[in-house]
């Protein structure tokens, strides 16, 4: 919409390129369902980008019946997530269970364990502070940080 209120029109949105495809309608489990590809701008994660079309679409407001649903490499990057929180939590499991044999004492071994979450909660700090996103880039950094307190145990 335009400060008056009017709507813009097309051509100061998009820029509109005709092809000559043959139409078709893609379906999935049945349900019609159109593809609209977005990149994120250079220098800005997928985690950024998805908020901003999400942010995009409800301001937009869909009709009713017509959902929305973010896919594609943030898709996968969240599935990605997911998968490495529960390794990050057998891990730390296994780890509880070597260092308390090691330490022949489990209240040594917890205290260890607890010396490692608290680097986690200093590297979210650290991204907080520097207003970056947790990506895959930053968790990997993040068990890099865990590795290191694990040595210096």
Do not use: C
Not at 105 to 114: E, G, L, M
Request: overall charge positive; cysteine-free.
């Amino acid at each position: 919409r335009l400060p008056n209120g009017r709507l813009a029109p097309l051509s100061q949105v998009a820029h509109v390129h005709l092809k000559g495809v043959v139409p078709y309608v893609t379906h999935q489990n049945l349900v019609p369902y159109a593809t609209i590809k977005l990149s994120p701008v250079p220098g800005e994660g997928l985690s950024v980008a998805a908020r901003r079309a999400d942010q995009v679409i409800a301001k937009a407001g869909l009709p009713p019946g017509v959902t929305s649903q973010i896919g594609g490499y943030y898709r996968e990057q969240q599935k990605s997530f997911r998968q490495m929180l529960i390794i990050l939590g057998a891990a730390l499991l296994i780890l509880l269970v070597l260092l308390g044999y090691q330490f022949g004492s489990q209240k040594a071994a917890i205290v260890a364990i607890v010396s490692i979450a608290l680097t986690a909660a200093g590297t979210l700090l650290a991204l907080l502070a520097s207003g970056s996103d947790l990506d895959s880039t930053a968790f990997l950094g993040m068990l890099l940080v865990f590795a290191i307190a694990v040595n210096n145990v």
